[in-house]
Structures are given as C-alpha cells and as structure tokens.
T-cell receptor, first 110, second 112 residues
C-alpha cells in the first residue's frame, strides 16, 4: 500500500509562476524524499529532508516537512518549461524500503 | 560512471514466456531494488537486496524472482509472463538505507 499521497494529481501553471504540491503520509518516518520524472524517463532525486528538519532549499526548490501533520510540500519557484514533469514523494515506511506516492503531474505553459 | 543501467529498453512477450530484465550499477552500492510503475500509480516495490547474496520481497513479488550474486548486478526474472505484468520496470540502487536512490532508465514491457 502507498504510504505517501501527493496532492494535487495534476497542476498546470504559466512559465514564471510558482508551483506547489503536497505530500501526506500515514506513519512516522526517518526522512522524506522528492523525485522528478520526465516523460519516459527514470526518476531523478531532487531533495531529501530528515524528520528533524523543517525546511530545506535546493536552487529553485523549497521543501517543508511538518511531522505533526504528517505532510510535506514542494515549492518550485519561477517555473520553466523544463520543470514539466511528474513529481513524487517517497517515505521510508520501514527499513530498507521506500514507499512512493502516485505523483503530481506538473505542466508549465510557455 | 554509467550509474544504473538497464537492458533491454523495450520488450514484448507472449503470455507464458520467461525472460530476465538486467540491471547493473557501477557505484558500489549495497542496496538495490526493482519497482514497477503502472499508469496513475506510483512505483511499487517488487524485490530488493541489501547486499550480495541477500534478497527480500517487496510489495508485489508474485511472478518475479531475483538473485544478487555480485554487488553490481541485480537481474529480475519473469518466470511465466502474464498480461498483468505489462508495465514499466525500474531498477534503483542506493548507498545507505532509505537514502537517495539512483534509478535506471527503465524497461517498458508488454505482455500479449
């Protein structure tokens, strides 16, 4: 069963706008990760945030984690056409295993 | 470094046929995993390995076998292909437990 669920399922924005997507999970975690998948490709790791961290930045990406609400958000600022992709959160539901959500599909319009 | 490589990229099988999906990594990672990805769903873990000689089942292991004779290679075997196994298969490796996973490009499998 999936531990994490992304919301919304799909998002369409204009180039230059910000995109925000959320991930909710069910059980306690050690860390939460976000991945990007371009159409027809493998997943690429974006950012990892540990349970004792509340916010993390990487370039135009900002990830927050609220362990009390069991949720995380990924913000992409100043979006570009190249940001068009599916974004997945993954949590370490138990040892050795990552559990992925169904993803948010982001379309950036020129 | 090539990272994680998978072969073949595409495969069409008939029901009942068997085949092996190959996965190799050159990063000396102890942990390797196989996932399948179906439309509208996230990745589901099939099998994983925490080191050479050690494998375990994931969420959807039925119909698949794995072995890990070397650190580098982690092949996935379909014993008797079924249409329900039509999917995109991804192999991944990571250095530490539940750390960043590095994914291969995937194998798109169709079972007729």
């Amino acid at each position: 069963s999936q531990q994490g669920e992304e919301d919304p399922q799909a998002l369409s924005i204009q180039e230059g706008e910000n995109a925000t997507m959320n991930c909710s999970y069910k059980t306690s975690i050690n860390n939460l990760q976000w991945y990007r998948q371009n159409s027809g490709r493998g997943l690429v790791h974006l950012i990892l945030i540990r349970s004792n961290e509340r916010e993390k930045h990487s370039g135009r990406l900002r990830v927050t984690l609220d362990t009390s609400k069991k949720s995380s958000s990924l913000l992409i600022t100043a979006s570009r056409a190249a940001d068009t992709a599916s974004y997945f959160c993954a949590t370490d539901a138990d040892d050795y295993k990552l559990s992925f959500g169904a993803g948010t599909t982001v379309t950036v319009r020129a | 470094n090539a990272g994680v490589t998978q072969t073949p990229k595409f495969q069409v099988l008939k029901t009942g046929q068997s085949m092996t999906l190959q996965c190799a990594q050159d990063m000396n990672h102890e942990y390797m995993s196989w996932y399948r990805q179906d439309p509208g769903m996230g990745l589901r873990l099939i099998h994983y390995s925490v080191g050479a000689g050690i494998t375990d089942q994931g969420e959807v292991p039925n119909g698949y076998n794995v072995s890990r004779s070397t650190t580098e290679d982690f092949p996935l075997r379909l014993l008797s292909a079924a249409p329900s196994q039509t999917s995109v298969y991804f192999c991944a490796s990571n250095r530490e437990l539940t750390d960043t996973q590095y994914f291969g490009p995937g194998t798109r499998l169709t079972v007729l």
